[in-house]
C-alpha cells in the first residue's frame, strides 16, 4: 500500500475539486441567465406586436363611430 499523501496534497486535492464545482454551478448560473434574457426579449417582442395588433383593431373598429354629423 502506498503511504497517505502530505496534508497540502489533500488541501490541494480538496481545493482543486471545490474550484472544478463551482465553475461547473457558475457555467450552469450563466447558461440559465442567458436563458432568462433571451425568454424576455421574446416575450417583450411578442406582447409588442400584440399591442400594436390590438391598438390596430381598436382604431379599424372605432373608426367610423366618429364619421357623423357634429352640432
Same mark, same amino acid.
Given at each position: 500500500?502506498?503511504?497517505?499523501?502530505?496534508?497540502?496534497?489533500?488541501?490541494?486535492?480538496?481545493?482543486?475539486?471545490?474550484?472544478s464545482?463551482?465553475?461547473?454551478?457558475? +457555467?450552469?448560473?450563466?447558461e440559465?441567465?442567458?436563458?432568462?434574457? $433571451?425568454? $424576455?426579449?421574446?416575450r417583450?417582442?411578442i406582447?409588442k406586436?400584440y399591442a400594436q395588433?390590438?391598438? +390596430?383593431?381598436?382604431?379599424?373598429?372605432?373608426a *367610423?363611430?366618429?364619421? *357623423?354629423?357634429?352640432?
Open positions: 500500500m502506498s503511504p497517505p499523501p502530505p496534508p497540502t496534497q489533500h488541501v490541494k486535492l480538496l481545493f482543486s475539486e471545490q474550484l464545482k463551482l465553475q461547473c454551478k457558475q +457555467h450552469q448560473d450563466t440559465l441567465l442567458e436563458e432568462i434574457r $433571451s425568454f $424576455s426579449k421574446q417583450a417582442a406582447e406586436e395588433v390590438r391598438t +390596430h383593431a381598436l382604431f379599424r373598429s372605432t *367610423g363611430q366618429f364619421t *357623423g354629423t357634429f352640432y
